[in-house]
């Protein structure tokens, strides 16, 4: 199986740009996920993002998560749980307006370095976007004013911890989905793994990398792309050693934003495929979405067409 894309984005100001931009458009066109090497963002800050997270959890989260297994009764499973995740987590708005002043427990130093993070994330997220409109064949910014709706993207981050779990067989992370949103940029544990992708029929490692990002498309860049570019399932396996931090960027759609394949991209494809995906409201996506989470996407996109039909 061909080795998971891991993207060097150094290389785009230099001689190697046609061969790097190659490299991500086969990895949105046949993988739905890459990772990014020199993307911008110093290490030594995403060393901080680090130690603040794990020392967040240990301090505020650890004994809440243990105390909800037991509650549970998920200690000694003896049947697969199916409706549930083996995570602990809570979730950062950015756009339209911060929340983050109100999330409970932060210290200053966390809560400033999370802004900090939000800011950096989202440079690099419309970054990426135009990179994906010159593969595309967009102009420059369509897809962000795509995203824009009447006050601009959401974006928020979802802070995740998954602790060792005593019946890995038993219990998944993150149960397999796809994301319903536009581009997400993964920071990962550096050490303990746990992602995978589903390609090919086959569930693939996505392999944890210090100072990387792990990026993956949404629902809303397969339909802006017309297929092009797809959304992929993905899931979390629970570890019986080590704890994995995971903190997940959405770059999403403002949530009145109208949602339809670029009309450059649909004079361009065959006549069975134009009238694939659907126009919509990005949040009545979302409430669709919130009920059928963990589903194939295919009916999702049925059920818009037929909402839009109706």
Known sequence: MATFPVINLEKLNGAERSITMDQINDACENWGFFQVLNHGIPPDFLDTVERLTKEHYKKCMEQRFKELVASKALEGLQAEV?????????????????????????????????????????NLAEELLDLFCENLGLEKGYLKKAFNGSKGPTFGTKVSNYPPCPTPDKIKGLRAHTDAGGIILLFQDPIVGGLQILKNGEWVDVPP?????????????????????????????????????????????GSDAIIYPAPALVENDAEEKKEWYPKFVFEDYMKLYAGMKFQAKEPRFEAMKATATA
């Open 209 to 253: 990398m210090r100072h990387s990002f792990v990026i993956n498309l949404g629902d809303q860049l397969e339909v802006i792309s017309n297929g092009r570019y797809r959304s992929v399932e993905h899931r979390v396996m629970t570890q019986t050693q080590g704890s994995r931090m995971s903190i997940a960027s959405f770059y999403n759609p």
């Open 82 to 122: 199916t409706d549930m995740d083996w995570e602990s987590t809570f979730y950062i708005r950015h756009l339209p307006q911060s929340n983050v002043a109100e999330i409970p427990d932060l210290t200053d130093e966390y809560r400033n370095v999370m802004k900090e993070f939000a800011v950096k994330l989202e």
